[in-house]
């Protein structure tokens, strides 16, 4: 009888030792499966941001108003279509982006209304709180063409900041969202859903 249990122990822990080893497994190729959906997320061209805006393309835009450099801007009475812009001074991503956006305004001025709204709370070396006067700077130093707002309650971005800085969104003039995309998008893509927005509100 002793013998059949000396027998049994070593299956038994035999038994437990593959086990462990399954569930260290399966947990590893888990973490590795999560870890590669977060990174999913947010593309590379983009900043992470933190939390994410509920909205999607079909809905209707959430009303703002801001102070801009160029006056106040209105999202309820503008009548043209709007390519907004939720940005962080510190994201390189945002920085290398205003040279397209600089091209765009010039493009599309009189048919396409463009606004850059500051979302998060760090400055441009993000080492301290963002200011009226950091957004300026950020203006001056990447010669910003077109108007940008300093948002200290981020109310913007709230409503519109999805995954990652910049975030881009379109919307029509009945203010409906078209389009909305993180990251840095190149000029012939943001082009493409510009004149389809575009076209559609002058019946071209």
């Known amino acids: 009888m002793s013998r059949a249990v000396s027998r049994k122990a070593p299956d038994r822990r035999k038994l437990i030792g593959i086990t462990t080893i399954v569930v260290i497994v399966v947990a590893v190729i888990v973490a590795v499966g ?3 959906r977060q990174n999913a997320i947010v593309p590379q061209n983009a900043t992470k941001a933190v939390g994410s805006a509920s909205i999607k393309v079909g809905d209707t835009a959430p009303e703002f108003s801001v102070q801009t450099n160029a006056g106040p801007f209105d999202l309820a009475s503008v009548s043209t279509p709007v390519l907004l812009e939720v940005f962080a001074t510190w994201c390189p ?3 290398r982006e205003t040279s397209v956006l600089n091209a765009i305004a010039a493009k599309y001025q009189g048919k396409l209304a463009i606004v850059a ?3 998060d709370a760090f400055n441009m070396d993000h080492n301290g709180p963002e200011s009226l006067a950091d957004v300026n700077t950020f203006g001056a130093t990447y010669n910003v063409r077109y108007p940008i707002a300093f948002d200290p309650d981020l109310k913007v971005a709230q409503a519109y900041l999805k995954d990652g800085f910049p975030t ?9 969202i078209t389009w909305m995309q993180d990251g840095e998008v190149p000029p012939a893509a943001l082009e493409s859903a510009i004149k389809g927005v575009v076209g559609s509100s002058t019946g071209t």
């Open 117 to 119: 709204v500051s979302g």
């Open 168 to 176: 881009l969104v379109l919307i029509s003039h009945d203010k409906k």
């Open 34 to 36: 999560l870890s590669s």
């Open 93 to 95: 991503h945002c920085q």
